[in-house]
């Protein structure tokens, strides 16, 4: 590859806060706000024009369980709940069966407008349509995050930074070390849809396959599913077919699945539209971001693992617990492992089938735990990751994800900079004890920490 030199620069420094959050999902969003709320000025970075990652930008509107496995105790409380109260009030969420994996679902656009009535409120400054392009390090510290906005490029400094970005833009131009699985979970482009909501029943697959070789909907993708949008009772959130083998951090894979996603909407409409009795059906917005499940990961001072979940493994750093099962996508279908033993194996046509992972008398965990650890990268002094940056390995990860556990990292590494920056310490030095109490006096549920097994 041929290359050109720049001349060098000066940045000018735009903003200096006490943390700076690169990336404005509700997992950024969170670990301002806690970071605020305990007296902390914080800048917020994020390249989209609105707040909210893959929940808005991405229309993912499902948020799971936020109780432990027994169904009835909350292990999972703090901004998520906050934010499920304010949209309760507004009436755009929908509080799913509790026996359903999934507990939350609600309307994307109005969760963006709480979070950014919520940075409001907490005289976060935000930079929005503004990306993280470069960063600048002293030894184990990060000194500053390079943002290029419409302004041009520009330069916020901060004793304490949070790699909030998914992608790991923070971590990885400041030169820590990062890992990208060669095997990658898919991506997905969602629509907002109109139509839908008039059928009385959802299309059935096996009425559409015999007719997908005629068409320009490829059998090797997988049905779309469509969710309701709370508040708006004639749109449907259709989730794309999910496309495998993308590595959604190279530009040019990224916009080829925004061009096949928008694609394969229209393929699948069609076939809708010629082979059912459907009403008139059409598209009326797209996702502004693709849904990203999975890019890189930080090396960590711990890497999770799928044995830690799903045996409930106790750390005495947990900073965040779930029940989501683990759930790995991949072009063959989903596998899904639920901590009480059974494994649900779901094909691309949608059929599932049962089996265990493990004996039916294993004991069941009340939940996982996340610890700390695996949101401190290897040697760095003053930056933590949170969200799907963390380091876990692929069957941990493919439970920790989803964003009820995400947003609970969010708010640890928020408080974690409180910590650090009221007692001078770096973030390897917070403790883990009182970060703990730290967190459950802000809002947050988690289980009194035990001490670890000897021989784990
Ligand atoms: C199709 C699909 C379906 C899913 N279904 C569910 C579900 O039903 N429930 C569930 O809980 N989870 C689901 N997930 C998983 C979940 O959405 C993600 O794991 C979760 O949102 C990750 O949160 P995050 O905050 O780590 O990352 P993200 O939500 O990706 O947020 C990262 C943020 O950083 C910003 N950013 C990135 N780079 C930069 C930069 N250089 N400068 C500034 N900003 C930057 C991004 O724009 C984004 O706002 C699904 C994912 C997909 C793709």
Redesign the pocket.
């Known amino acids: 590859m041929t290359s050109i030199t720049e001349p060098a620069r000066a940045t000018p420094v735009c903003h200096e806060a006490d943390l700076c959050v ?7 969003v969170f670990a301002a706000v806690r970071a605020a709320r305990l007296g902390l000025s914080v800048a917020l ?4 024009t609105l ?8 229309q ?5 369980s936020v109780n432990d496995t027994s169904g009835t105790r909350r292990i999972i409380g703090g901004l998520t709940l906050e934010i499920v109260e304010r949209l309760r009030h507004r009436g755009v969420i929908q509080e799913l069966r509790p026996a359903h994996r ?1 507990q939350f679902r609600f309307n994307s656009a109005e969760l963006a407008v709480e979070l950014d009535d919520l940075v409001r409120a907490h005289r976060i400054r935000v930079f929005l349509a ?4 470069a960063a600048t390090r002293d030894g184990a510290r990060v000194t500053s995050a390079i ?1 290029e906005d419409r302004s041009g490029r520009r330069a916020i400094t901060a004793p304490f930074f949070i790699d ?4 790991g ?2 971590l990885r131009h400041a030169g820590f070390v990062a890992e990208k699985p060669t095997v990658l ?4 482009l ?1 629509a907002i849809v109109a139509g839908f909501h008039a059928l009385s029943a959802p299309p059935a697959w096996s009425d559409l396959q015999p007719h997908l070789a005629s068409r320009a909907y490829p059998e090797a993708n997988s049905q779309p599913w469509f969710f309701p949008v709370p508040g708006a009772p004639d749109l449907r959130n259709l ?2 077919a ?1 496309l495998n083998g993308i590595d959604a951090s190279d530009a040019d894979a990224y916009t080829a699945a925004l061009l096949d996603g928008r694609r394969l909407h229209r393929a699948y409409l069609d076939l809708v539209r010629t082979h059912t009795s459907a009403p008139p059906l059409a598209v009326v917005a797209w996702a502004q ?6 890019t890189w990961h930080a090396r960590c001072h711990h890497r999770l693992t799928g044995d830690e979940i799903l045996r409930g493994h106790v750390f005495t750093d947990s900073i965040a617990q779930g029940t ?1 099962p683990v759930d790995i996508h991949s072009a063959e279908g989903t596998v899904l492992r639920y901590l009480d033993g059974r494994e649900e194996r779901v094909s691309r046509d949608g059929s599932t089938t049962w089996h265990r992972w493990q004996a039916g008398d294993a004991p069941v965990p009340s939940c996982y735990h996340i610890p700390y650890r695996t949101l401190l990268p290897r040697e760095a002094d003053n930056l933590l990751v ?4 963390l380091d876990a390995d692929r069957e941990a990860f493919g439970g920790v ?7 609970q ?2 708010e640890a590494a928020g408080v974690a900079a409180a910590l650090a920056r009221r007692d001078s310490l770096t973030f390897p030095q917070v403790n883990p004890a009182l970060l703990h109490t730290a967190l459950n006096t802000g809002g947050s549920l988690l289980l009194p920490p035990t001490k670890v097994s000897p021989n784990r």
């Not at 690169?22 to 950024?28: D, N």
């Not at 503004?130 to 392009?133: D, F, G, I, K, P």
Request: hydrophobic share 40%; net charge positive.
């Open positions: 690169i990336g404005g999902s509700c997992t950024g970075v994020e390249q989209n707040l909210g990652g893959m929940a808005a930008a991405a993912v509107n499902e948020w799971h999934g503004a990306r993280c392009v943002i909030a970005s998914g992608d833009t923070l979970q898919p991506v997905n969602q989730f794309g999910r971001a693709l849904g990203v499940r999975e989501y949170a969200g799907r940056l994800r989803v964003m009820v556990n995400m947003n990292t969010g």
